[in-house]
């Protein structure tokens, strides 16, 4: 069986979202590295930063996309070095809740800094429309996916 029109270009569109993923974990990584952070501890606070409540690490795993035995280490590890506060979960007594410590929230408030000084560099020369009918594109595709 043979890609449609359509297939064709969806295909091409997934092998420039798997390079421009690879490309951004590089970015990010060189971004927040003088922070004591990669990209992936980057995620671990942003996921953590933008839920209202602390989150077990089945919950970040699933913000992410990420495997729970990855981000069981990552946090494990961030625990240990004064970014996250581990708490007793009250609905289960093996799964701690995650949430930010004022360290955590410090490194992050400077990653997002230095994320906002270097997207917009990025952004330079690509229109809004643009940017918003990509932006549409993916998350029509994500909601297909789910």
Partial sequence: MSHTPEGTLLTSIILNVFRLNG?????GDKLVKELGLTSA??????????????LTVSDIARKMGQSRQSIQ???????EEGFLAGIDNP???????????DIGTEIFTLAMERQSHWVNQVVEGISESELQDTS?????LTLKLE
């Fill in 41 to 54: 501890r980057w995620k671990v606070l942003g996921a953590l930063s933008f839920s209202e409540t602390p």
């Fill in 136 to 140: 549409a594109l993916l998350q029509k």
């Fill in 73 to 79: 280490r990552l946090t494990n590890e961030m625990a």
């Fill in 91 to 101: 609905n289960n007594k093996k799964a701690k809740l995650y949430s930010l410590t």
């Fill in 23 to 27: 490309l951004l974990i590089q970015e």
